[in-house]
């Protein structure tokens, strides 16, 4: 908002002295929000200097009467429409704290800014016109705020001057939304009678409503605390990136609850790898002493080279999240498309995202209507529990252990369309559907590899078109098969002409023909069979996805030669077709090639022979306990 | 803080104060201290750290609008404690040619200084610009042109914006990530919804993200951890013969305020009791009711 309020801003940095709370002002359209907002400012000594006048001036030229509201609805639209379309934020003081009120929109159409507003508040004001009653935008807002995890809550019964102060018609109301919250678990921390136009009960008892006893708004806003840091509770970090800008390979992210110190043993979710923070780094100093709480963004190295990626969370050892592929929700639904049992949506939980199907609708329910009549979809500004499966390992928490690691948002084509709490988990459960039962193979791996002398395992090789990786995997299959193994090649088009060709060049399609070959591959290394895989797979995500598959039977080979060379090699003609604008997503001239910052192995065809370069990847094959016996044999007898 | 003006070293804190002040945390002998509280500052700071990360981790083309202003200096400098020294995309300075010589300065300075992979883009001739705004939103708006070229030139998909929500009425609206239309354009009416830290990162080929990763921080939070933090300014925002610039933009139309705070802790004395508003020396603001929310809805910042 534009205004530098005199009380608002505390010059000192407020959180060494004066607590700061955020709260947010909500309720049905029209029982006057904005106008409290704007009386607030008003009792507080908080408006600057001339606005008064401007507004009141706005008003006479529109020929409208002075609303406290204007404050606040500054944009063109609103002021035209008379109503909050999106949330504002004011501060101001009181006594004892740093206010930072969030006006957040009644109207049911912009539900989605009310809850961008509230899900910043530690707690909540719920607005309530005297004359109308408890309304459905009143019930909603109420059950949001449960599902936003807002615990404290202050009703106020505005207009009271519209029923002439009487004590039952705010008792008649008082017990109304009293058994609605309380039946919620949200208990209002207190009921107050005002006029928020005239003052009463805002920031003074008033004769008028002489016959309640209990606190003012401001009195209220006083009492209501700043959220606490999650320190008491186990930590979770989740990881945002990992960083190699020097020497130091430096997990990034947000403490989200808990602390850490440099030597605590961690646990990296949900792959359940274990490792000890070795530094905390941070700038301009480093690195850094101590325990780092609750709140803080830091950077972390680790003791040990693992595989570790944005989304992972860690833990302590003894008390970690669950892994999980199937997540209980009791969730709000933003979107117009109503959400349905089969629907493929995006999950974001901390750091992690990953696509998932919904398996089940339960409880599904209008929040503002009293019947609780439920439906089989949620639709818009309702909400429901769900049944999720993840195409991916998750690591969550229900949300009563941890609120952070509990909540998630859910995407629809790239835009949050709804929130919610986790329920609960189920640990480890893989996300097949009920009525699928994989038949075991009959033969054990252990015969297998007797037989091949290899393990089964997946070569993954990357690079940019024209460098050398067909060639490569060609020269290893033969090598692998004259020496008794039974190697398989999956060329990044092998698929695309038969099962994946549903499948385009946009980045999600490029991503689920990654999926796919890495399922197809891993199966074949599931049976012991060694799969080669060249696919230029230009994404870091879509490789890191495919090692996720295959686990331990990963070996990721970055076939790395100058992007000059391959265009010179141009074996397919692409590169050729690209430059005359023939092939618009081409990776070798997009530049959109990323390259692995951690594989096993990185060879450059442009300074090594392919007998060389196979010789190579064997050797690695061997020492990462996928080849055995012969390969010492056959290494000496080229 | 460092000040260009060698005549204002005196302000400098005492280097004993600023230890006190800075946000490395204090060591504690043995290990069942608690761990050390966040103050307000702290908060802010980690908050903005953990966007500007996700900013560089969820976009593929990022730099960050560089104004020289106090603000988008701390934002600089919240970006390299994000990424440990080093700021991983461009500093984008959209120039209108108009800026205060003490502000070139700070730049060219600067820019080497922090090392800071800077590009300067001009904006348009005045003529190029809608003609139907009020004179100094008209020449505001050359701004919001040069950033359309510098968008068309490097094909960003995502901009890092310095903007605050207490600053202005409109401002106080945004969204952390700010989804822009094809025409760098700003639907306030059909904003997506952001909770939880969770950020609307999609951005429709062609189109561009705004990033406000100091979105919640006040004028007073600003000069607060710019003192905390010891971080350079241009010592325009002091006062000289009884006034000084509260904000910062192109010399025609930027007016200083009258004000005797010639170092930061009086600039937090003096905000701590002002009842002016702190773009009220930016004259577009004041030309219309509606004129500089028209501007941010054409995609000005």
Known sequence: ?????????????????????????????????????????????????????????????????????????????????????????????????????????????????????????????????????????????????????????????????????????????????????????????????????????????????????????????????????????????????????????????????????????????????????????????????????????????????????????????????????????????????????????????????????????????????????????????????????????????????????????????????????????????????????????????EERSARYHHNGAVIWLTGLPGSGKSTLARALERRLFSRGGSPILLDGDTLRAGLNNDLGFSPQDRSENIRRLAEVATHLARNGHVAIVAAVSPAIADRAAARRIADTMFREVHVAAPAEVCESRDPKGHYAKARSGALPSFTGITNDYQPPTACELRIDTSIRSVADATEEIERMLGETGILFDELVDLAANI | MHLLNPESSGHRLPSAALHEASSVPKIFPGEMLPPPSMDHLDELEAQSIYILREAFARLKKLALLWSLGKDSNVMIWLARKAFFGRVPFPALHVDTGKKFPEMYAFRDRFGKEWDLDLKVEPCPPIDAVDPTLPPAARSAARKTEGLKWALNKYGFDGLIAGIRRDEEATRAKERVFSPRGLEGGWDVRDQPPEFWDQFNASVPQGAHLRVHPILHWTEADIWAYTKRENIPIIPLYLSKEGKRYRSLGDQDITNPVASTASNIDEILAELDGTKVPERAGRALDHETEDAFERLRVAGYL
């Open chain 1, 1 to 445: 908002m534009n205004m530098i309020l005199p009380a608002s801003v505390s010059a000192t940095p407020n959180g060494t002295t004066r607590p700061q709370v955020r709260i947010v002002i909500v309720g049905h359209v029209d029982h006057g929000k904005s106008t409290l907002v704007g009386r607030l400012l008003h009792e507080t000594g908080s408006l600057p200097e001339g606005k008064l006048e401007m507004l009141k001036a706005v008003s006479a030229r529109r020929g409208m009467p002075f609303e406290w509201s204007f404050l606040l609805d500054a944009l063109q639209t609103e002021r035209d429409q008379g109503i909050t379309i999106d949330t504002t934020q004011i501060r101001f003081r009181t006594r004892s704290r740093d206010v930072v009120l969030i006006d957040a929109p009644g109207h049911a159409e912009f539900l989605r800014n009310m809850i961008t507003g509230a899900s910043q508040a530690d707690g909540a004001v719920l607005i309530i016109d005297a004359l109308e009653g408890v309304r459905d935008q009143t019930r909603r807002h109420g059950y949001l705020l449960h599902l936003l995890g807002i615990k404290q809550v202050a009703i106020v019964v505005n207009k009271m001057d519209r029923v002439d102060f009487g004590a039952d018609r705010f008792k008649e109301i008082s017990d109304e939304i009293s058994a609605h919250l309380i039946g919620l678990g949200v208990t209002p921390s207190a009921i107050i009678p005002i006029s928020a136009r005239d003052g009463d009960g805002v920031a003074e008892h008033t004769p008028r409503i002489g016959w309640y006893q209990g606190p003012t708004v401001v009195e209220a806003l006083d009492a209501l605390e700043p959220a606490r840091p999650l320190e008491q509770l186990a930590l979770r970090l989740p990881v945002q990136a990992i960083y190699k800008f020097d020497d130091r390979r430096i997990v990034a992210g947000r403490i989200e609850s808990g602390h850490l110190a440099a030597g605590d043993e961690i646990v990296i979710m949900p792959a359940g790898k274990i490792a000890k923070i070795k530094t905390v780094e941070s700038w301009p100093v480093t690195p850094l002493k101590g325990s780092h709480g609750a709140g803080r963004s830091v950077g972390i190295t680790l003791d040990r080279e693992l595989f570790i990626e944005r989304g992972d969370v860690i833990a302590h050892a003894g008390a970690t999240p669950r892994d999980t592929r199937r997540i209980r929700a009791r969730i709000f639904w933003l979107h117009d498309k109503p959400l349905s049992k089969g629907d493929q949506i995006l999950i974001r939980l901390g750091t992690r995202e990953t696509r998932a199907s919904v398996v089940a609708i339960e409880k599904a329910v209008d929040p503002g209507e009293l019947s609780n009549e439920e439906t089989k979809a949620i639709a818009r500004n309702h909400v429901g529990e769900i049944d999720i499966s993840l195409a991916q390992p998750i690591a969550a928490d229900p949300y009563q252990e941890n609120p952070r690691t509990g909540r998630l948002v859910i995407e629809v084509n790239g835009r949050i369309a709804g929130g919610g709490l986790v329920l609960s988990v189920d640990a480890g459960q893989r996300a097949v559907p009920i009525d699928i039962v994989p038949v075991e193979s009959a033969l054990r791996p």
